[in-house]
């Protein structure tokens, strides 16, 4: 297998890294229920109803 010829720096290999970070997920509020959410993903309400887009999906269970 080949080897590396020269050692790399860690100033070399941290510039390199840089860029492996997670990104910030956006985060949207509805205008339905005023819930807090992430973008395009589906959410609960606190009366149990699944939202997606500003409507309804799910309905809650019925007590």
Do not use: W
């Amino acid at each position: 297998m080949p080897n590396p010829k020269n050692r790399n720096s860690k100033q070399r290999k941290h510039k390199r890294r840089t860029h492996l970070k997670a990104a910030v997920p956006q985060i949207a509020t509805c205008p339905t229920t005023g819930e807090k959410h992430m973008y395009h993903h589906a959410y609960y309400d606190s009366e149990g109803n699944m939202f997606y887009r500003g409507k309804v999906v799910i309905k809650a269970p019925e007590e």
